[in-house]
């Protein structure tokens, strides 16, 4: 995880910091150079971390369970209760995004992906079954839809 200095530095830095790195991200023109940027100012984990931070807080818009999440993304229960956490108190603004990358075709093509996985992994968590994998095949189109 993260790490932020114990050491307090004045608040009207913290906030002239903040300023810079948002503008930093806004003054990026394509994803060719969003990649670029990132990869230089992000080590590998933290950009990861970030990535799934935003697939778990679109699957939690979407209503799907901690439990389907955790064991598709991989990620911990307090991971997922703190993204859901942050999309309660502040999370108009990732909302927003989401709703912008969901209109694009390129994005909406993976999230369908996404929806057929979560759907695998749930029938695989109730048995395996044939009954329930043919239950699970019925709902596929409703459940699929409500991911989309």
């Given at each position: ?77 307090p991971t997922i209760r703190a993204v859901d956490r942050m ?31 979560l759907i695998d992994a749930v029938g695989k968590g109730k ?11 019925r709902q596929r189109k409703l459940d699929r839809k409500s991911?989309?």
């Amino acid at each position: 995880m993260a790490q932020i200095s114990k050491r307090p530095i004045r608040k009207e830095l913290v906030e002239r910091i903040n300023n810079l790195f948002e503008e930093s991200i806004v003054t990026c023109h394509s994803q060719e150079e969003t990649a670029e940027y990132l990869d230089g100012l992000l080590s590998p984990t933290e950009k990861i971390m970030l990535s799934k931070r935003l697939a778990i807080a679109y699957l939690l818009t979407k209503g799907v369970s901690y439990r389907t999440i955790n064991q598709t993304i991989k990620v911990s229960n307090p991971t997922i209760r703190a993204v859901d956490r942050m999309l309660s108190y502040k999370g108009e603004g990732t909302r927003k995004i989401l709703e912008k990358i969901t209109k694009n075709e390129k994005w909406a093509k993976f999230f369908e992906e996404l929806a057929d996985i979560l759907i695998d992994a749930v029938g695989k968590g109730k048995g395996g079954n044939w009954r329930t994998t043919g239950s699970i095949l019925r709902q596929r189109k409703l459940d699929r839809k409500s991911l989309l």
